[in-house]
């Protein structure tokens, strides 16, 4: 089978890509072309759903740019990608991300991606899809297209994910980036406290009778926080519990989706809930695109629960991007080691799951003194064994487990928007004569 690719655009056998949309449907996508045994099509393509167009803003399954699936004898999947121009610089991530999300599926070791160039038709069908899209069908949420999710998950309470997210925030931001944190953890939110805020969440008029939340800014070197935290509204009190039912609490997190002004972002780090619960179901409902990053102690009972967070946030059809072992070995001041909670636990759930090792993070007290004083210790302390570890880490995810998603303009969108410019002017022209 000849696949098209990169200097050998094909094209997918005619297919319309597009029937006529209404009010209120979006204009459907046809199916891929299937081909090989031991196929789960639907697996594959809600994968694919997390691979995001960021510059025609969807996912390239709805923007019908996914053409074929075939498994091949030798067990790899090909997957076939139409762009709107055989040079569209976007090829490059792409590839990366879909290698990542289908590479991530049970049963799937090698993933090898193939592109055509798109059919006059084609770009026109896509194009529609995509403007439908922004102009009559509101996106679930505020967080921009551009965005790297990063969910930061554990089966159980306790292992430290919060002050992980924390210090990876603020180690982002010192970077340059604009990093939003939200603290989906309602009942047990704790990022004001580990990220040192003072001053809550505030509200703004989106017009229509409608407000929405800004989060709460912190400058961080060259960078910025924007956190929400149920800990930020405005009667909410550290020393009462919040005693919601689970709907309840799925449908805050997402009132902090959708009615947060984000603004432009470059990471979005959601410090998620211990277990598996519907706020979980929920995010993997509304931010498809999101990257799971598991946190586990070195104790076997600690990996036997994220495992199982690892094993759904799989079935929601999200990417679980590697593990990240916490209060692991610390090497004392003669250099013997103490391992309180044990050691290998983290490279064990790893190796079980079939993802990465991102960081064994040392036990550390600099880390709660950093918690206590609202200044994460990979701040204040970067020269502590945490400290080095969390840079470390930094290193990884912001260079190969979720590098920043870059706009590069395609000839035909580039196009379109001089066409609608120049269409401006002639018509500006023409009311001043």
């Known amino acids: 089978m000849n696949h098209p690719t990169d200097d050998n655009a094909g094209q997918p056998d005619g297919r319309n890509a597009a029937v006529a949309s209404n009010d209120r449907q979006t204009p459907k996508a046809s199916d891929p072309e299937l081909a090989g045994d031991d196929l789960d099509a639907a697996a594959i393509m809600n994968a694919l759903r997390g691979v995001i167009d960021p510059e025609l803003g969807d996912n390239i399954v709805d923007l019908g740019m996914v053409k074929r699936l075939e498994r091949s004898a030798a067990g790899a999947m090909h997957i076939t990608i139409s762009l709107t121009t055989a040079g569209c610089p976007l090829r490059a991530q792409l590839m990366r991300d879909a290698k ?3 590479g991530s599926l049970p049963r799937i070791d090698t993933v090898k991606i193939h592109f055509g160039e798109m059919t006059a038709q084609e770009r026109s069908d896509v194009m529609a899809r995509a403007r439908w899209k922004a102009r009559d069908n509101a996106v679930d949420t505020d967080i921009p297209a551009t965005c790297r999710i990063l969910a930061i998950a554990s089966g159980k309470g306790g292992v430290g994910k919060s002050s992980i997210t924390a210090n990876l925030a603020v180690l982002m931001a010192e970077r340059g980036f604009t990093v939003g944190v939200l603290d989906a953890d309602v009942g047990g939110f704790s990022m004001p406290q580990l990220l040192g805020l003072d001053h809550g969440i505030e509200g703004e008029s989106a017009g229509a009778g409608k407000t929405v939340m800004k989060p709460v800014v912190q400058p961080i070197g060259e960078g910025t926080l924007r956190v929400v935290s149920m800990g930020s509204i405005a009667g909410a009190n550290e020393t009462e519990a919040i005693m919601w039912r689970g709907l309840m609490l799925n449908r805050a997190v997402q009132h902090f989706l959708e009615d947060v002004k984000w603004g ?5 780090l959601i410090d998620m809930p211990p277990g598996t619960s519907d706020i979980q179901m929920g995010l993997a409902r509304m931010l498809p695109r999101t990257d799971v990053v598991i946190v586990t102690t070195p104790a076997a ?3 036997q629960v994220a495992a199982r967070a690892a094993d759904m946030a799989r079935k929601g059809h999200l990417r679980v991007a590697g593990v990240i072992e916490n209060m692991g070995p610390s090497v004392n001041p003669d250099g013997t080691i103490t391992a309180m909670f ?8 790893a190796d079980t799951i079939g993802v990465p090792l991102l960081a064994s993070i040392p036990l550390d007290t600099a ?3 950093g918690g206590d004083n609202g200044s994460p210790a990979a701040l204040e302390f970067p020269s502590s064994p945490a400290g080095i570890v ?5 290193d990884t995810i912001t260079t190969d487990v979720a590098p920043p998603i870059e706009i590069a303009e395609c000839s035909l969108r580039g196009a379109l928007v001089r066409a609608g410019a120049d269409l401006d002017g002639a018509r500006q022209r023409a009311e001043s004569h």
């Not at 044990?342 to 759930?349: F, I, P």
């Not at 969390?390 to 930094?394: P, S």
């Open 367 to 369: 880390v709660a003194a």
């Open 342 to 349: 044990g050691s290998g636990g983290g490279q064990h759930l």
């Open 301 to 303: 009972a600690a990996q």
């Open 390 to 394: 969390y840079r470390q880490l930094v």
């Open 264 to 268: 432009d972002l470059d990471y979005l």
């Open 100 to 102: 990542a999300r289908v």
